[in-house]
């Protein structure tokens, strides 16, 4: 039998003062770790695999903080984009800072509860949550020691996935997007564009993968249609000096590894679920043994 897990509901100031939404998993004995993690593009903590991959992680040992970021437009109801104002002014630094701010957040609930103080922290994103997570730690954004491994699942390999209708994007100030799980017309607004164009260097996502050096676990599925493969390789190759990488294909592996949403934790996991499951789980536990 699986060992009993808590999970704390939490809420902190993110960036720009707006509201961090978050649930920790909090394992039954003292965490080993600490797991941030993040979710993707028109994503949230609740989509599909999330909760069911936080409870395996606390299961493993690991204090485990699925959150929204604070500019993803989703609220209390995850049920729409209730704050799609936010949602159109989202940027990767600000998703960076969410996560810098948590960084120092998380250590310190689990200290007040009880728990170790010093644990090493590992960031898992899914697709965006991604290229967050190496951003933030190429960047160095993070609080206390910073981030001691990172895990991208299907994670994008650039920062700009317009830049063949950039300047039009520009010229009409934003761009308008469907979301295909609300049926919600949602605006992007050209914020997200104009902030990378005026610090290029800090959005060059495989420039600064190379400056990584922590250890860092790709996965991606090979039946990804949304982020093909090929990104985790581009990913790999930027990041050869790593002293500590590992890269992972998960056959027939779509973009949310074969989960619908929703998905009730109670149901068996797909296939692919399950083995990326394993493998994160597996590499974590060899990390903070």
């Known amino acids: 039998m699986a060992p009993e897990t808590s999970v704390l509901a939490v809420e902190i100031p993110g960036s720009h003062e707006q509201p961090i939404r978050a649930k920790l998993h909090m394992p039954a004995i003292s965490p080993r770790g600490i797991v941030l993690l993040a979710h993707g593009y028109m994503g949230y903590m609740e989509y599909g695999m999330f909760p069911f991959l936080a409870d395996a992680l606390a299961q493993a040992?690991?204090?485990?903080?699925?959150?929204?970021?604070?500019?993803?437009?989703?609220?209390?109801?995850?049920?729409?984009?209730?704050?799609?104002?936010?949602?159109?002014?989202?940027?990767?630094?600000?998703?960076?800072?969410?996560?810098?701010?948590?960084?120092?957040?998380?250590p310190r609930l689990i200290i007040e509860d009880g728990g170790p103080d010093e644990l090493p922290l590992y960031l898992v994103g899914h697709s965006r949550g991604g290229v967050t997570s190496l951003l933030a730690a190429a960047r160095g954004q993070l609080s206390g020691a910073g981030a001691s491994g990172v895990v991208t699942l299907n994670s994008p390999d650039a920062c700009n996935p317009w830049k063949d209708h950039q300047d039009r994007i520009l010229q009409e100030g934003g761009l308008d997007q469907v979301s295909n799980r609300t049926g919600q017309r949602l605006r992007v607004d050209a914020v997200f564009l104009q902030e990378?164009?005026?610090?290029?260097?800090?959005?060059?996502?495989?420039?600064?993968?190379?400056?990584?050096?922590?250890?860092?676990?790709?996965?991606?599925?090979?039946?990804?249609?949304?982020?093909?493969?090929?990104?985790?390789?581009?990913?790999?190759?930027?990041?050869?000096?790593?002293?500590?990488l590992e890269r992972v294909q998960i056959e027939g592996a779509d973009h949310v590894f074969n989960t619908p949403n929703p998905f009730n934790p109670a149901d068996e996991p797909s296939r692919?679920?399950?083995?990326?499951?394993?493998?994160?789980?597996?590499?974590l536990e060899r990390k903070v043994s």
């Open 61 to 106: 040992g690991l204090a485990t903080c699925r959150f929204n970021f604070s500019h993803s437009g989703v609220d209390h109801d995850h049920s729409s984009f209730a704050r799609a104002d936010l949602f159109s002014i989202n940027t990767w630094n600000k998703q960076v800072e969410d996560l810098e701010l948590l960084s120092g957040a998380i």
């Open 272 to 283: 692919q679920l399950d083995e990326m499951i394993h493998i994160v789980t597996g590499w």
């Open 196 to 244: 990378q164009l005026d610090q290029p260097e800090a959005h060059d996502l495989l420039e600064l993968v190379g400056s990584i050096d922590v250890p860092m676990l790709l996965v991606h599925g090979t039946a990804d249609m949304t982020i093909p493969v090929q990104a985790m390789d581009r990913i790999a190759a930027a990041a050869a000096g790593c002293p500590d």
